[in-house]
T-cell receptor, first 115, second 111 residues
Framework: DGGITQSPKYLFRKEGQNVTLSCEQN?????MYWYRQDPGQGLRLIYY???????QKGDIAEGYSVSREKKESFPLTVTSAQKNPTAFYLC??????????????FGQGTRLTVV | RKEVEQDPGPFNVPEGATVAFNCTYS??????FFWYRQDCRKEPKLLMS???SGNEDGRFTAQLNRASQYISLLIRDSKLSDSATYLC????????????FGAGTRLFVKA
């Protein structure tokens, strides 16, 4: 079945450590996104990529980094520069190109907690 | 100004009530519009797309007003299972589609 997979589901990080969240899709989608959601809050865009080897900052990119070396994969690194990284991280993908229907499909999310 | 704005709620309604959510967007070049539903501690899932002529899916009706740049979602005969957060989503094309999510409106349906 086609879909988008995030791992791990739960992640604990010590202060000062970098951690990488995985996001893989087999939907053949060009566009991929990373969002952060805090308790009781909406989704905030961290980074997005419309094509392989290209990505743009979203609204809250500071303290995060991404890569898009393959169409299927869009990993997110939470660096030690991110001061408050505890949150629910959601990866999504959409067709991206010149189509009018751009439904986004989500992974099940990663809950990151700093201990 | 945020690109997509929603009333955060929460909306507390009894079963059987009709409830309406509104959402405004700032980019007049926006081309695609959606409503997503997010259950507590889960990922968002598509509820319905919003078309220019308006569209209905069972108890749910979505409307788009391009002139005023807002979209709406109407839920009739609310069920307990409708309790969730409803996210307004807007996409526009900038060399590829960019998708913007609203912060969501929480709905609680009570018996």
């Amino acid at each position: 079945d086609g879909g988008i997979t995030q791992s791990p589901k739960y992640l604990f990080r010590k202060e000062g450590q970098n951690v990488t969240l995985s996001c893989e899709q087999n939907l053949n989608h060009d566009a991929m996104y990373w969002y952060r959601q805090d308790p009781g809050q909406g989704l905030r865009l961290i980074y997005y990529s419309q094509i392989v080897n290209d990505f743009q900052k979203g609204d809250i990119a500071e303290g995060y980094s991404v890569s898009r070396e393959k169409k299927e994969s869009f990993p997110l690194t939470v660096t030690s520069a991110q001061k408050n990284p505890t949150a629910f991280y959601l990866c999504a993908s959409s067709i991206g190109q010149a189509y009018s229907n751009t439904e986004a499909f989500f992974g099940q999310g990663t809950r990151l907690t700093v201990v | 100004r945020k690109e997509v704005e929603q009333d955060p709620g929460p909306f507390n309604v009894p079963e059987g009530a009709t409830v309406a959510f509104n959402c405004t967007y700032s980019n007049s070049a926006s081309q695609s519009f959606f409503w997503y539903r997010q259950d507590c501690r889960k990922e968002p899932k598509l509820l319905m797309s919003v078309y220019s002529s308006g569209n209905e899916d069972g108890r749910f009706t979505a409307q788009l007003n391009r002139a005023s740049q807002y979209i709406s979602l109407l839920i009739r005969d609310s069920k307990l299972s409708d309790s969730a957060t409803y996210l307004c989503v807007v996409s526009h094309y900038t060399g590829g589609f960019k998708t913007i999510f609203g912060a969501g409106t929480r709905l609680f349906v009570k018996a």
